[in-house]
């Protein structure tokens, strides 16, 4: 693997080196990208594009220590995943465990209506499944991501990522058939420091990429 120069410029560039990680995947049978929302899309898309797949979003959402919300206790996904982090020397009430669930369950389902639109997500069982974000700090939300794209059953299921804490990669194995990171700096800190433009991403932007995106597969029939 050659260097990656860092930071990214942007995700889309990013993506574009992530897709160079990824060409032995190309012409498999099936193969899907599945990104997460909001930052993941625009590096899914340009993998997509660049392995003729399609591209579709698995939607997770952060539950965020109350008070300190930089902080993930855990993820949950659509089909009704959740996957909890050990934080030490924090603790959290069930009724503050509750609460911060219910906004993200709200706010998933939310997306999962904003995003698809009218169409229906694409059917994962049997296919070859590439799942992609921005980057992995703690991996709580892509462990979540990975958990509810195993329970549709695709055939082979890889995690790929532009930059990411070299020991989440690591343990994301036991999980994943395949661990894709193309970079892995330390000291790691954050996802966001890798990038020279991590601004967030909106929702009309990941609208966009995906209508995008489907119309190009409509059009080159792969």
């Keep these: 693997m050659r260097d990656v120069p860092l930071p990214f410029q942007d995700r889309r560039q990013a993506g574009r080196i992530l897709a160079e990680k990824l060409e032995h995947y190309r012409n498999r049978p099936g193969l899907l990208v599945l990104a997460l929302p909001r930052g993941g899309v625009a ?121 990411g804490a070299e020991e989440t990669c690591q343990e994301l194995r036991d999980e994943a058939d395949e661990v894709i990171c193309v970079a892995t700096p330390r000291p790691f800190r954050a996802v966001g420091l890798w990038y020279e433009n991590f601004l967030q991403s909106s929702d009309d932007e990941v609208r966009t990429l995906l209508e995008e995106a489907r119309r190009e597969h409509a059009l080159t029939g792969h």
């Excluded at 003729?52 to 698995?58: G, T, W």
């Excluded at 934080?87 to 465990?97: H, I, Q, R, W």
């Design 43 to 163: 590096v899914g898309f340009e993998v997509a594009h660049a392995l003729q797949a399609p591209l579709d979003v698995v939607v997770v959402r952060k539950l965020g220590f109350p008070g300190h919300e930089e902080y993930a206790m855990g993820a949950i996904a659509s089909g009704g995943v959740c996957v909890m982090n050990r934080l030490p020397g924090l603790t959290v009430s069930p009724e503050d465990l509750a609460t911060v669930s219910a906004r993200e369950q709200a706010e998933l389902a939310r997306r999962e209506q904003l995003y698809r639109s009218r169409c229906a997500a694409i059917d994962i069982g049997g296919r070859t499944v590439i799942v992609v974000d921005d980057g992995l700090a703690t991996g709580s939300t892509m462990r979540a991501a990975v958990l509810a794209t195993r329970q549709q059953h695709p055939l082979h299921l890889a995690v790929a990522v532009p930059v």
